[in-house]
């Protein structure tokens, strides 16, 4: 008889206590909160990087860089006081390019490139600058890495938020 009513009352309690399983509702996340940290971080970062780039630029007494209102700063190698014409939005280009650390330090060798202005894949702050060269001209571009490669780099040599300078030449408009 206890046997009978101990085993009644598990089975009691084994039905009584399952129910159908609910969904757990999700934690609510602060996702404002966080893109708000987020951007105020590297808003951070970037002027400190400003700051590095302006201070190494000032130490250059031999170069004349110009401030972009891309972001970027340049100086003229080669300059072309008498032509007029300058590359624009898909017109073809050939440029010979080296890339660089801020020190000097060759990342990639110089080598030519066609090049489809505005429609090609291409380091976004040079996108920008092949648009200020003339044919012949040679400019040197200092590019601070959120209008390089940014917080990803090229997967390649150049690493994760790093700086580069570029000399690049204009070949040809064609």
């Keep these: 008889m206890k046997f009978n009513i101990v085993f009644f009352l598990l089975v009691v309690l084994s039905i009584s206590s399952c129910k159908e399983p609910e969904a757990r509702r999700p934690k609510k996340q602060g996702t404002v909160n966080f893109y708000k940290e987020v951007i105020a971080k590297n808003k951070k970062l970037n002027a400190l990087e400003k700051e590095r780039l302006e201070n190494f630029i000032s130490k250059d007494t031999i170069h004349k860089y110009i401030a972009s209102e891309s972001g970027f700063w340049y100086t003229y190698i080669v300059k072309d006081t008498l032509n007029t014409v300058k590359p624009k939005s898909e017109d ?47 400019i040197t571009f200092v590019i601070p890495s959120y209008r390089a490669f940014g917080v990803v780099g090229d997967g390649n040599k150049i690493v994760v938020n790093q700086p580069i300078k570029s000399t690049v030449t204009l070949i040809e408009i064609k």
């Design 92 to 138: 073809f280009v050939l440029l010979s390019y080296e890339v660089s650390d801020v020190q000097g330090n060759v990342i990639y060798q110089k080598k030519e490139r066609n090049y489809k202005v505005d429609k090609e894949d291409f380091i976004p702050a040079l996108q920008d600058g092949i648009k200020l060269m003339k044919k012949g001209e040679t």
